[in-house]
């Protein structure tokens, strides 16, 4: 096994190198390796390390705007229908009245 001083960096073979990457072994010079934790690491066993798994992505689709289409339809449907139940439920004279008598003033009734 060679010795450290005599060793190369695997990235700069001019330099001499300064650390050996305690996860793959391999040899590199001081601007080739970070200090992550207290330890020497080269950058590739360092992305390895800090990788953070996303988690899975949901392909579902979004049908929260459906819903609410649904529930607006639903609600002005409900009015409108309650409205017309309740006009209809009204006395047949008052549903009969002319709109005219409600624009001229009361006539007074014939004295005897």
């Not at 391999?26 to 690491?41: D, G, K, N, P, S």
């Not at 409900?78 to 209809?88: A, D, H, P, Q």
């Amino acid at each position: 096994m060679a010795s450290l001083t005599s060793s190369r960096c695997l990235h700069h073979p001019t330099r001499e190198a300064a650390a050996r990457c305690p996860e793959c072994h391999l040899l590199f010079c001081r601007e080739c390796v970070i200090e992550h934790h207290e330890r020497l690491l080269c950058s590739s066993c360092l992305k390895k390390i800090t990788h953070i798994a996303k988690p899975p992505t949901r392909h579902w689709i979004n049908l929260w705007p459906l819903f609410q289409s649904l529930a607006g339809f639903l609600l002005t449907f409900l009015i409108f229908y309650s409205i017309g139940r309740s006009l209809v439920a009204l006395p047949g004279a008052l549903q009969n009245f002319p709109a005219s008598s409600l624009f001229t003033e009361p006539s007074e009734p014939d004295s005897p």
